[in-house]
């Protein structure tokens, strides 16, 4: 079964990017869900959110990351 979550070395990884960017990127991404009422966790995010944010699928296509 596939992790529901995303954990920065995997974030950082996907797209070459350091390990602080990733956090940032992650953290950005956990405060986006937590405005919609989601409970985060710190330093992972939902695998689903963030490729539907940054691979441009979903309802919030077009939308800048950064």
């Known amino acids: ?10 974030v950082a990884q996907e797209l070459s990017v350091s390990k602080p960017y990733a956090y940032k990127l992650i ?3 956990n405060d986006e869900l937590k405005e919609q ?6 330093g992972r ?4 959110y963030f490729e539907e944010r940054l691979y441009g699928a979903g309802e919030k296509q077009g939308k800048e990351m950064v």
């Open 45 to 48: 995010v939902n695998r689903q």
């Open 27 to 29: 953290k950005k991404l």
């Open 1 to 10: 079964m596939d992790n529901k979550f995303i954990r920065v070395d995997e």
């Open 37 to 42: 009422g989601f409970i985060t966790i710190a």
